[in-house]
């Protein structure tokens, strides 16, 4: 705190001098501190990595390959997590097909179609969602959700049974409200506002003078959308979208109360299943040993899966921020 | 003004996540409980007045119980704070094995292949409480249902999928049983509920059962999973034909029905907490105190009972915590043991309690 008062007063006598030369105590001061707090983060960040692998070594060393084995028993001394990823990517993939074609409407709804003043009490709403407790969302999927689905789903099962691709997907006989659909499905609710927000954002981005131009010759608005807006936009949107699906990747107690819980692969998605954040959180508890560090090792999977996801979004959006810049 | 706020912000901040780091970086380090513990002149015995903290973990199962007992016992030793978070056993038994806690609540023995955390040094087993796991069951119409082991093994494995399957109509002549579709209902976290009625199962069943006796087992598909027992209780009463393992007091908190199970002596007995005492005190007890309540001996025994206990060192790092430890451990298998019945769990049978009771003076500094 002193600190930060004494490189205040010290700025105005300074303030003359080029910034190349020697600068005040204070100034340096601060630079250090914010050094340190940015380093901080990565250090704290790399201590998780390095803690979590060593805990988690002997289930390297017992089981070897077989940790993307499916064969996930821990009574049996099996640890291999392959149901775990595979539920891990369904449950991402399954919530953002749900919300991305509802976030982008939202966001062209309230940059291209709504008065400015009508938009702020959407953006308000479409916010509220982020607010609301995972844990909320989980015990409402799991108490009120889930045992209305089960109904719908046994009814689109028995209806789609045989027939091809959606037989495959959403038929089969084990059908249960609490599954990778319904983990999807809140999932896909959880992450509708950063998606909105983000690809709101981009949108908003599209030169004025661009759309104009569209209008000018003639465009409709939705012409205009899809000649102007859409192709500014897509990079950033894809990012957006990719941001959605790293937080759906990690998201842990929502999912654990409405997944199911059963390591299993199968392409039905109303049958229960498990992803890799919910079987660290239901398991832990009991465990010791082998199983333990397994579960340790599934905590260091999803970590190296959301920072490649989150890293190639990151990417992904500044790419297309240059791009946007430089038209 | 605003930029000098916002460095002020910036600055507390940054201060605040070094306090943050640092204190992680501390807590993991620490070796020894982080409690200091005043022992009154002249105590030894545990009705003596003691003063300090415990702090414990472990089983989610007697929780309700250390809850309780630490309410009551306040009233009767006002000194002494004792914490009880329930993290489940393993945890518990973590927790103990790296001195976070001075003692851990479990469902089951440390497991041989973890004896080696604890560096050599004695565990001793307090037995504190019985409890049966009812077979709870939803079937309209249906009010009285009788079960054997092999053929709960069977239900569970995923064999007997069907209500009117013959090996449970010849169980119960003069009951109407629906041909709906039998769903199991588990637990979908690790826990010793699980672990003790698979262990019921791998005892009194062994040809029907092999999906082990872990605290997490690998149930067939047509199981359906919830958290905790309420989790398994919230199934089982929505989902008409399910069957479920919950334990007596959410089972009876939840309004359900329950199955009577026949037992070692070849009788039907319906879930109590005397009759989960009776097979406590039927079984084999091994001089450390370790025991399987699960399948006792006695007429009157429910077979799928379990247990928990409370693990201490036998020499404790910190000579204050002996008094405290002997006090409420004393308080849990000693006056402690009357507010069990209603919270829905069972007394220690007489012979266990003196046991662990004459126990109490091996724990020293």
Known sequence: MSVATRADSAIPAESAHPLAQRRPLGDRAFAILALAAGLLVLVILVLIAISTSQQASSWFSTVGTGIFAYNWDPGQNQFGVLAFIYGTGITAVIAVVLAVPVSIGIALLLNEVVPRRMAAPIVYVVDLLAVVPSVVWGLWGII????????????????????????????????SGASFFTAGLILAFMITPIVTSLSREVVATTPSIDKQGAYALGATRWEMIRGVVWPHSQGGIVGAVLLGLGRAMGETIAVALVIGSSATITSHLFAPGYNLPAGIANQFGESSGVFRAALMGMGVLLFALTIIINVIARGVVQRSARRARGA | MRIRGGKQVAAGSAVAIVAVALAACSSS?????ASGGTTAPGTGSTGAAVSGTLNGAGSSFQNTFQQSAIQAFHSVQSGVTVNYNSVGSGTGRTDLASGVVQFAGSDSPIPAKDVASFKGK???????????????????GVSSLKLTAPVIAQIFSGKITKWNDSAITSLNPGVNLPSTAITPAVRSDSSGTTQNFALFLQTAAPSDWSLGDQSTVKWPSNARAGAQNTGVA??????????????YADAKASGLTFASVQNKAGNYVAPSTDAASASAAGVTVKPDLTFHA????????????????????????NASDVSLLKAYIGYLIGD????LGQLGYAQLPANIDSMAKAQLDKITS
């Open chain 1, 144 to 175: 009120v959700l889930a045992p209305w689905l089960n109904h719908i789903y046994g009814s689109i099962a028995s209806g789609v049974n045989g027939i091809w691709v959606l037989g495959f997907l959403f038929g089969g006989e084990n059908i």
């Open chain 2, 336 to 339: 402690g043991q009357s507010l």
């Open chain 2, 29 to 33: 380090t620490t070796t020894t409980p």
């Open chain 2, 122 to 140: 004695t565990v001793l087993y307090f037995p504190v409480l019985i409890g049966p796991i009812t077979l709870s069951y939803n079937l309209t």
């Open chain 2, 294 to 317: 699960v399948w006792g001996a006695g007429a009157q025994s429910y077979p799928i009972t379990y247990q928990s206990w409370v693990l201490v060192y036998e020499i404790q790092p």
């Open chain 2, 234 to 247: 919230q199934i089982v009463k929505s989902t008409p034909g399910a069957i479920g393992y919950v334990d």
